[in-house]
């Protein structure tokens, strides 16, 4: 197994960052363009590893605003001050899985191609299900006090 690396991200404001350490290497990833209108108005695209690990930091209790949609069962972090889309997590018998936007990493970070995914195809089981195995366990939310 490789050595972790680190990287990081943010929000355009900076009130919301976050930490990712993987194993694999930014060109492994094909971050994954979710096809539902909410994730193509934001522009997302997804990266995790159920290897890796991590850890968002929110600067204000008011800092993150929460979207559900569709099945309801992912929570979309969205930074309240500039709109930016962040990550998205689920809440599962295991805990909290996330998987960090990938426009939103700092240091000039290049990835490997998109992958066009479509999760509004499955039902709502099948989308836990498969979050459950390619999403990034215990996700780490912490909020500190302005």
Known sequence: MSEP?????????????????????????????????????????????????????????????EYRQGSGGARFLVCRCCGVLVAVLFDGDAGSYGAVNSRCMEDGVVFGALQVVSPRKLSGEEKRRRWAKLWTPGVKLQVSVE
Do not use: N
């Not at 930490?19 to 930014?26: A, Q």
């Not at 539902?36 to 600067?59: E, M, N, R, T």
């Open 5 to 65: 690396r680190l990287l990081q991200g943010a929000c355009h404001c900076g009130k919301v960052r976050f930490e990712f350490r993987t194993t694999m290497s930014p060109a492994e990833f094909t971050p994954r363009a979710c096809d539902c209108s909410f994730c193509l108005k934001h522009g997302a695209s997804y990266l995790s590893d159920p290897d890796g690990s991590v850890s968002i930091q929110a600067k204000g209790s008011d800092a993150i605003g």
